[in-house]
């Protein structure tokens, strides 16, 4: 249920209010929003007397959140999340470039990348520590070695750091390093990890998984907001089709129909999307033509010698010449760079 209070409501008030419906049971989450306290109460309230409750001063109304996801739902918090995260506010009109290669490979690679995207314009620095790879046979990631690099070559080009974590008991250490954890889409539905990640109080970017709805995207969002971390990035990468030219299919619709569903801010991932470095560029540009809130990108300077997602990570030159285009095409859509 979505309770507004009164606007007014002294603070004892608005607290008497959420510990009444605590002790049925119910969980209370708060959002302000246009100087009215909004309380989305949630759990079985079967128990509950919704008559009653609109009855109480405090209360202006209660309605049921239709959304399964209530906490993700514009339902509960009409305004756009806007995330901080060093120099970008993510959400907001300024969009995010986080580009970089798909693993940390060494120092000299890490730091020959940061130098490229920084320069180009990307204000976060992306790369895989720990990576989930198909074979047992490809290349792991350096792990914490891979996450110190990492955080040395981003602090050296004035970048913020996101990295993937793939078990819960490596969140705090990629917590550590990272100023925000990415959620794989091979792991969108590791319900622990989603619990782990929002106790690390840190951004989290969940990627979507590639067999996932949309909405069974936003319920693990939902994991993540509704035991305390309301920092959530989404991020499309792409989905499972029967269309084998591409390596995956990326959907492009998702951006309005989650932009209309959900306050959390979208981004997008033309490279898993694609898997192809020709097609990366226009998939970006369409990406930001369509209100994505930014890109992740695969960038590496020599991605034939590669250890991972080579054929699809653009040369620094190339990821140059589209952050020209993006800014471009965000003068066109209301947006900044
Ligand atoms: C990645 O970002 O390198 C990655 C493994 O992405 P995804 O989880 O989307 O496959
Ligand atoms: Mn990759």
């Known amino acids: 249920m979505l309770l507004r209070l009164r606007r007014g409501t002294s603070e004892p008030a608005v607290s008497d209010v959420a510990a009444r419906l605590r002790l049925a049971g119910l969980a209370l989450h708060r959002t302000d929003h246009d100087g009215q306290v909004r309380l989305a109460a949630v759990g079985d309230g079967t128990a509950v007397d919704w008559d009653e409750v609109r009855r109480w001063p405090a209360v202006e109304s209660a309605e049921r959140i239709e959304a399964p996801f209530k906490l993700a739902s514009r339902a509960f918090h009409p305004a756009d999340t806007v995330i901080s995260v060093g120099r970008c506010a993510i959400g907001s009109q300024q969009l995010v470039l986080m580009a970089g290669p798909c693993s940390v490979e060494g120092e000299e690679q890490a730091f020959t990348i940061a130098a490229a995207v920084a320069k180009a314009g990307a204000t976060v620095l992306r790369g895989g520590a720990y990576k989930p790879r198909t074979s047992p046979y490809s290349f792991q990631g350096l792990g914490e070695e891979g996450l110190k690099i990492l955080r040395r070559a981003a602090d050296a080009h004035g970048l913020a750091v996101v ?11 990629v917590a550590r390093y990272a100023d925000i954890v990415q959620v794989g889409a091979r792991n969108m539905q590791s319900l622990s990890l989603l619990r782990e990640v929002a106790r690390a109080q840190k951004p989290v970017l969940l990627k979507r998984g590639m067999a996932a709805t949309i909405e069974e995207w936003l319920m693990s969002a939902e994991h993540v907001l509704s035991n305390g971390n309301r920092q959530v990035i989404l991020c499309e990468r792409g989905i499972r089709t029967f269309e084998s030219y591409t390596r995956n299919t990326l959907d492009l619709n998702a951006i309005p129909v989650v932009q209309e569903l959900s306050h959390l801010p979208v981004i997008v991932d033309p490279s898993h999307g694609t898997g192809m470095r020709d097609k990366v560029a226009p998939m970006a540009r369409a990406a930001i033509a369509a209100g994505a809130d930014g ?30 285009q993006i800014r471009a095409i965000a003068g066109v859509v209301g947006r900044t760079l």
């Open 163 to 173: 990295s993937e974590v793939m078990d819960p008991e490596h969140v705090e250490q």
């Open 295 to 324: 890109l992740l990108v695969e960038v590496h300077h020599d991605p034939d010698h590669a250890l991972s997602d080579g054929p699809q990570s653009l040369y620094p030159a190339q990821f140059t010449e589209l952050v020209q």
